[in-house]
């Protein structure tokens, strides 16, 4: 079975800072590893998704992840924040042979002008 | 394109009653998931589908929860005798395929709100 532990559950950040979240999972397997951003009122969006290869993966709107094995970490990075980076935020695991996904308790970033 | 549809979006139930959750995937999609949100947790696993047959229900809390895909495209979630823990928002995705790798795409979601 896979866990994983969201560090911050709440990130207040100002227009245009860097923003850092932080994910750390557990498995004994193979693992692929995912951030889902849910915006007020509507579904869980996929933002990116690491699976095999680059250890660095990007997504259309700015944000970055990192896998790293050895410290068994998928932190989420922007440069700069808009004011519509403002959600909640959750990192998720499953194993390379499973279908299930296993969420963290979640990040809310609040973006202030 | 069409996404995943829930209905009800918010279900006000007293303790007791019976409710039904729907699910529309999106067409074509094979594997369906319903996960449980918890306020303040991110989702839970509950079931699973491949079309029709339910190939994974471990995540269902008690023998009240119960979900079906007859005919391997709409599912529904069904919670009898309600009891106040179990007001959460449900969540239903489905994937084209199933493996790990596939995106798997979310409904908005039903708040269930058990008084």
């Known amino acids: 079975a896979q866990s994983v532990t969201q560090l911050d559950s709440q990130v207040p950040v100002f227009e245009e800072a860097p923003v850092e979240l932080r994910c750390n999972y557990s498995s004994s397997v193979s693992v692929y590893l995912f951030w889902y951003v849910q915006y007020p009122n509507q579904g869980l969006q996929l933002l990116l998704k690491?699976?095999?290869?680059?250890?660095l993966v990007e997504s259309i709107n700015g944000f970055e992840a990192e896998f790293n094995k050895s410290q068994t970490s998928f932190h989420l990075r922007k440069p700069s924040v808009h004011i519509s980076d403002t959600a909640e935020y959750f990192c998720?695991?499953?194993?390379?042979?499973?279908?299930?996904?296993?969420f963290g308790a979640g990040t809310t970033v609040t973006v202030r002008a | 394109g069409a996404g995943v549809s829930q209905s009800p979006r918010y279900k006000v139930a007293k303790r007791g009653q019976d409710v039904a959750l729907r699910c529309d995937p999106i067409?074509?999609?094979?594997?369906l998931f319903w996960y449980q949100q918890a306020l303040g947790q991110g989702p839970e696993f509950l079931t699973y589908f491949q079309n029709e047959a339910q190939l994974d229900k471990s995540g269902l809390p008690s023998d009240r929860f119960f979900a079906e895909r007859p005919e391997g495209s709409v599912s529904t979630l069904k919670i009898q005798r309600t009891q106040q823990e179990d007001s959460a928002v449900y969540l239903c995705?489905?994937?084209?395929?199933?493996?790990?790798?596939?995106?798997?795409?979310f409904g908005p979601g039903t708040r269930l709100t058990v008084t």
């Open positions: 067409s074509g999609h094979v594997s």
């Open positions: 995705a489905s994937s084209l395929v199933t493996s790990g790798g596939y995106e798997q795409y």
């Open positions: 998720a695991v499953t194993g390379a042979n499973d279908y299930k996904l296993s």
């Open positions: 690491y699976l095999s290869g680059s250890t």
